[in-house]
């Protein structure tokens, strides 16, 4: 039986494919002092939803995202390296996390794994490495379960309903923040929430298209 995610609370939404997931995470000291549930979903899955290309199918997109990965890291003084080849398929630890229903050390750990270490979850060794790592030898088999399998759907259908488009994403106050950038945003409006009520805010939140409907 599945569970549904709680939209009362605060959320986190993540998927180990993400370089700037990771870069966010590992500022977590400066993230505002709410007690985020750390949520697992497929990333896309909520491309394929919402119509958008990821960024790794357009080539000078690919190449720019992976610059600034490097550069963010760097400027933020965070170790990175990325794996051996990317995208690679993050199924394996996002339902490890989801089975282990990973809190921030746990899935900490498994972005280390990634992109501290540039190690690649997909294969089968680098994969039973990492369950050893954290504590599940039995990960292996554990995802393997549909149990599983469908929390992790349900947890990206319930994403979407919230409306999610992306990793990372912060929910706070019934409100999403997207992006390893957006943190100065999420901690404005935690301590300001009133500025989402503003007029302007108001205003440009529900703005018209200027373009005719297909």
Request: proline share 8%.
């Amino acid at each position: 039986m599945t569970i549904g995610i709680d939209a009362r609370q605060p959320l986190w939404f993540y998927d180990f494919v993400s370089p700037f997931t990771y870069l966010l995470l590992e500022q977590h000291d400066k993230w505002p002092g709410f007690d985020f549930a750390f949520t697992p979903v497929v990333l896309n899955e909520l491309y394929s939803h919402w119509g958008q290309r990821p960024a790794y199918n357009v080539p000078s997109k690919r190449t720019f995202t992976y610059r600034h990965a490097l550069f963010r890291a760097e400027q933020l003084g965070i170790p990175f390296k990325m794996p051996p080849a990317h995208p690679f398929d993050s199924m394996k630890p996002l339902l490890l996390a989801t089975a282990a229903k990973g809190d921030i050390s746990f899935v900490r750990e498994i972005f280390r794994f990634i992109w501290r270490e540039g190690r690649d979850p997909s294969s089968v060794a680098a994969f039973a490495e990492l369950c050893e790592r954290v504590g599940m030898p039995d990960g292996p088999a554990l995802i393997t379960t549909e149990e599983v399998k469908a929390q992790l759907q349900r947890n990206t259908a319930d994403a979407i309903g919230l409306g999610v488009y992306g990793v990372p994403t912060f929910r706070l106050n019934n409100q999403l923040f997207w992006g390893e950038d957006a943190l100065p945003m999420v901690l404005y409006c935690a301590r300001t929430p009133n500025w989402l009520d503003s007029k302007e805010v108001k205003r440009i939140s529900s703005l018209p298209s200027g373009l005719a409907d297909d």
